[in-house]
């Protein structure tokens, strides 16, 4: 699956999207086994949001070759 959205999206935003798995499986914790929440885990979910919107709400033109002639 990495490959493949290597692939689809460009590396970047496979990065981005793939490092929130750490934030997933604190989320799960949280839920599963009552872990506590405390304020840096809620900072972290803040800033992974915050990134994954910017690279998702992202408007990419490739930009056009610039020829001299």
């Known amino acids: 699956m990495y490959v493949k959205a290597l692939h689809r999206l460009g590396a970047i935003r496979a990065i981005a999207y793939f490092s929130t798995a750490p934030l ?16 840096n885990l809620v900072l972290a979910a ?5 990134g994954v919107w910017l690279h998702t709400a992202e408007k990419h033109q ?8």
């Open 24 to 39: 997933i499986g604190a989320l799960l914790s949280i839920i599963i086994l009552r872990e506590t929440v405390t304020v």
């Open 46 to 50: 803040l800033f992974m949001s915050i």
């Open 62 to 69: 490739p930009e056009q070759p610039v020829y001299p002639f």
